[in-house]
């Protein structure tokens, strides 16, 4: 299905200004426009959110409210076992004690990109691939760095899985060298490694443009979309940080 009047609708987004369009106003034009096939296919690319908002809810922090659960549809969903996939309420199972949730939360990030990577295509396959590797890239970066032990770190994933055996097979080298496509990430990460948010504003710059990448060349179709929902969420986040440094700055005074 072709989405000719949504995506010319879209105001043009780039890192470069504020988006005119907030992600809230975006979730409504998808409900009144996207066929019901196209809907799952958002409630799906936001399911992430969903899953890396159940940290947060163990915090006590606010959640990204970008997902598809406020914060009491997520209680709701926790307590009566309803909305998440199996492998979150085994994890919920497992895992009782809210500090264990929380000192093992990479197992449930690792058993989300497993069980949804194999299921889906197009961009949602894509866009999930690209956040798991790009977020094993800066694990083994991170881990060369502070002198980790990376099979530690990676204990969740799967060994047999291509890209986290390139990963193991570098564990007793001095540094890591990431795949080509990763290259420029060790770039920016040798570049800010001493500032966390710098470090955070290149890799926002990073991936937005290899989302658009992506974009450009699926017009008018639900991949195009689900890439702008992707590229809106990584501008509100990089505004959102900018300006947390220029305050920083101006505090400094």
């Known amino acids: ?25 975006l979730k409504f034009m998808l409900k009144v426009n996207l ?18 908002n159940l940290r947060l809810f163990w915090l006590n922090k606010e959640i990204d409210p970008r997902g598809n659960l406020n914060i009491a549809e997520l209680e709701d969903a926790i307590l009566i076992k309803d909305f998440f996939d199996d492998f979150v309420f085994d994890f919920l199972d497992r895992y009782e004690k809210t500090e264990d949730r929380l000192k093992y939360f990479s197992f449930l990030i690792a058993s989300f990109f497993n069980n949804i ?18 977020r094993l890239v800066a694990t083994a970066l991170r881990a060369k760095k502070l002198n980790r ?3 530690k770190e990676l204990q969740f994933e799967d060994p047999t899985d291509d890209f986290v055996a390139y990963i193991l ?31 955070h504003l290149e890799l926002l710059e990073y991936k937005f443009k290899q989302i658009e990448i992506f974009s450009e060349k699926k017009p008018f179709s639900i991949d195009q979309i689900l890439s702008y929902a992707a ?7 990089f505004y959102k940080l900018t300006e947390e440094i220029g305050r920083e700055k101006i505090e400094k005074l």
Not at 119 to 134: A, P
Not at 182 to 191: E, L, P, R, T
């Open 169 to 199: 097979a570098q564990k007793d080298q001095d540094t890591f060298e990431p795949p080509h496509e990763y290259h420029k990430v060790k770039k920016i990460y040798k570049k800010h490694i001493n500032d966390p948010k710098k470090l």
């Open 231 to 237: 590229l809106l969420i990584i501008v509100e986040d």
């Open 149 to 151: 032990d990376i099979l």
């Open 35 to 52: 066929s019901d096939s196209d809907l799952e296919k958002a409630k799906i690319f936001k399911k992430f959110i969903d899953i890396t």
């Open 117 to 134: 990577n194999s299921s889906q295509k197009d961009f949602l396959k894509f866009y999930f691939k690209f956040e798991r590797e790009l």
């Open 1 to 25: 299905m072709k989405y000719y009047y949504l995506a010319t609708a879209l105001p043009t987004i780039s890192l470069k200004a504020k988006p005119d369009v907030s992600f809230e106003e």
